[in-house]
């Protein structure tokens, strides 16, 4: 159908074989088939010209609405694949909700096409069931078929309430903070954490802990720090507000402590659309900053 209409445009089998990149034997006999398949006289043929039986002026109005539409399909996806536009659906934790906004948004002003959906979800989403485009996670992840890169870290602190501190003391070596009560983010049901803790002009050592409250929500786990539950890793970025108001302090802020690793997750596709590659670009550079 595809090459009917392209002679009937081009005048001829042999330009219609030049636009096609293919012989004009090879055009002839795909016009054959194509009247053999529909069981009707489609063209009259001519050593020097063609034309169009009834049948057939009726039949290539259809054909070239076909080709039309493969046209504009084949630019729609170029366009995905060169521009971002369409949905955007990123999956990301709680925490990291509203750091989310400000990292998109020149993206979003940049490409009035570009629409956002977010998904807020601590787990591990089903990025296909949800039709997710792009997932953020932090820490450790889970062995499964998406694909994952790192595109940054993120750096942690130890806070305390200031009245948990009151009660049990203000920690300043290993031994401290090893008597101390811990909240940890936990997305799985180990009864410890292992904490990689360095002092200033020492070397790296691990605190073996038992959490005695946990969550996989960062923002809860904030929230029972802040009620006096224990010691709690958190992002300097999240509580910078329950700092400020002295809901929170940080502690033992001249040590090196662990830092999260954060992944952004794709499904499993050989190729991104432009929307997916340049929200990866974005919040790399968010990172890297």
């Not at 529909?38 to 009259?44: D, R």
């Not at 794709?266 to 968010?286: C, F, G, N, S, Y």
Request: proline share 7%; hydrophobic share 45%.
């Amino acid at each position: 159908m595809a090459v009917l209409a392209t002679v009937v445009d081009q005048g001829s089998l042999v330009a219609a074989a030049r636009q096609l990149q293919t012989t004009t034997s090879a055009v002839s006999q795909q016009l054959r088939a194509l009247e053999r398949d529909m069981g009707v006289t489609l063209l009259h043929r001519s050593t020097r010209r063609i034309s169009l039986t009834p049948a057939g002026e009726r039949f290539v109005e259809g054909c070239k609405a076909m080709l039309a539409a493969a046209r504009d399909a084949q630019l729609q996806l170029h366009r995905l694949r060169d521009a971002p536009e369409g949905e955007l659906r990123i999956s990301a934790p709680v925490g990291f909700a509203r750091q989310l906004g400000p990292a998109l948004a020149p993206l979003m002003a940049a490409h009035p096409g570009l629409q956002l959906h977010l998904e807020v979800d601590d787990g591990f989403t089903d990025l296909v069931a949800k039709r997710i485009d792009l997932a953020v996670r932090f820490g450790r992840l889970p062995d499964s078929a998406w694909v994952a890169q790192r595109i940054g870290a993120k750096s942690m602190g130890l806070y305390a309430a200031p009245p948990y501190l009151a009660r049990r003391g203000v920690p300043g070596t290993l031994a401290d903070l090893g008597r101390h009560d811990w909240l940890a983010l936990r997305p799985d049901t180990s009864p410890f954490q292992t904490v990689p803790l360095r002092a200033p002009e020492e070397e790296e050592q691990w605190l073996r802990v038992s959490p005695r409250a946990s969550s996989n929500n960062q923002l809860s786990l904030q929230q029972l720090c802040e009620a006096g539950l224990g010691l709690a890793l958190l992002s300097p970025d999240d509580v910078d507000e329950s700092v400020a108001q002295g809901r929170l302090l940080r502690l033992l802020s001249d040590w090196r402590l662990p830092t999260l690793p954060v992944h952004v997750l794709t499904p499993q596709r050989d190729a991104q659309p432009a929307k997916v590659r340049h929200a990866i670009e974005a919040l790399r550079q968010v990172f890297t900053a």
